[in-house]
Nanobody, 123 residues
Framework: VQLQASGGGLAQAGGSLRLSCTAS?????MGWFRQAPGKEREFVSA????????YYSDSVQGRFTISRDSASNTVYLQMNRLKPEDTAVYYC????????????????????WGQGTLVTVSS
């Protein structure tokens, strides 16, 4: 499975950006991780196929919204009320098979990764 991400860029604090990621075929889980300079990669959000369940990290809950278009195998991350601490390289990830909820936020369960897209939020 190949993942193609797009949509990063520069935004001011309080602004919005939307990321997109298209998979070459259907996967069960699609999600986003991010990695800021000098920090480890961290989970941001994920969405399952059926049932359509969404997951968020505490740091983005209420500000970011993940959605998925099954017809095009595309996942979107709408990022609102951006903060400077949201600055990072964002990676799209996918997994073909189901996984228990407690594992959903762990990078090692994802089989496929896209190239990163840089999001920079200025204060």
């Amino acid at each position: 499975v190949q993942l193609q991400a797009s949509g990063g860029g520069l935004a001011q604090a309080g602004g919005s950006l939307r990321l997109s990621c298209t998979a070459s075929r259907r996967t069960y889980i699609m999600g986003w991780f991010r990695q800021a300079p000098g920090k480890e990669r961290e989970f941001v959000s994920a969405v399952t196929a059926t049932p359509r369940l969404t997951y968020y990290s505490d740091s983005v809950q209420g500000r970011f919204t993940i959605s998925r278009d099954s017809a095009s195998n595309t996942v979107y991350l709408q990022m609102n009320r951006l903060k400077p601490e949201d600055t990072a390289v964002y990676y799209c990830a996918a997994r073909s098979e189901r996984v228990i909820t407690s594992m959903m936020k762990r990078a090692e369960v994802y089989d496929y990764w896209g190239q990163g897209t840089l999001v920079t939020v200025s204060s």
